[in-house]
């Protein structure tokens, strides 16, 4: 597609419920990235993706957060057990293996845990 | 270890007058280094970006940044403030191609007329 498509735009979901988040990159980039904006911790990183493996997932805050990659495309986080902490927007970027390491943004989905 | 530090969470200029967001960046390791813009309710754009060529990056809608090895600085600026430069800017760093980017905590421009 023309850019990094993220679905939902906005999510309101109930503390303890799961949600997923769905992240279309742009075709052809291998690279996939997923960060997390929030008021208290500003822009923090979160997982990214090389292909369908993830070779740097330090940035998950605690094991009710995972994600995938299938087909070395669209890309689901996944956040169990719903928190009001977990309220954020939800950036996905995705780049090319070019060696420049140009991220481009989605739009995010807003979280918001009742 | 990396870190971005930028210096002032809001700056406030008038229509026509330089832009200054201050950056500092910690790194071990010779850095990739970037501004990043987010209007309201929109996503991230890649202003400009440092990636150890020409010290003197520029970008688009007339910012650029200077690459200060010795000062360990990446100062954002534009000669002349536009009201539709009011945004969020992100400095952010990362250590080579394909690796997580750390963003600072960004600093809020305000134009005044």
């Known amino acids: 597609g023309a850019g990094v498509s993220q679905s939902p735009s906005n999510k309101v979901t109930e503390k303890g419920k799961d949600v997923e988040l769905r992240c279309d990159p742009i075709s052809g980039h291998t690279a996939l990235y997923w960060y997390r904006q929030s008021l208290g911790q500003g822009l923090e990183f979160l997982i990214y993706f090389q292909g369908n493996s993830a070779p740097d997932k330090s940035g998950l805050p605690s094991d009710r957060f995972s994600a995938e990659r299938t087909g070395g495309s669209v890309s689901t986080l996944t956040i169990q057990r719903t928190q009001q902490e977990d309220s954020a927007v939800y950036l996905c970027?995705?780049?090319?293996?070019?060696?420049?390491?140009?991220?481009?943004f989605g739009a995010g989905t807003r979280l918001s845990v009742l | 270890a990396q870190s971005v530090t930028q210096l002032g969470s809001h700056v406030s200029v008038s229509e026509g007058a330089l832009v200054l967001l201050r950056c500092n960046y910690s790194?071990?390791?010779?850095?990739?280094l970037f501004w990043y813009v987010q209007y309201p309710n929109q996503g991230l754009q890649l202003l400009l970006k440092?990636?150890?060529?020409?010290?003197l990056v520029k970008g688009i809608n007339g910012f650029e940044a200077e690459f200060k090895k010795s000062e360990t600085s990446f100062h954002l600026t534009k000669p002349s403030a536009h009201m539709s430069d009011a945004a969020e800017y992100f400095c952010a760093v990362s250590r080579s191609s394909a690796s997580k980017i750390i963003f600072g905590s960004g600093t809020r421009l305000s134009i005044r007329p």
């Open positions: 790194s071990s390791v010779p850095p990739y």
């Open positions: 970027a995705s780049s090319p293996t070019s060696g420049k390491n140009i991220q481009y």
């Open positions: 440092y990636t150890s060529a020409a010290t």
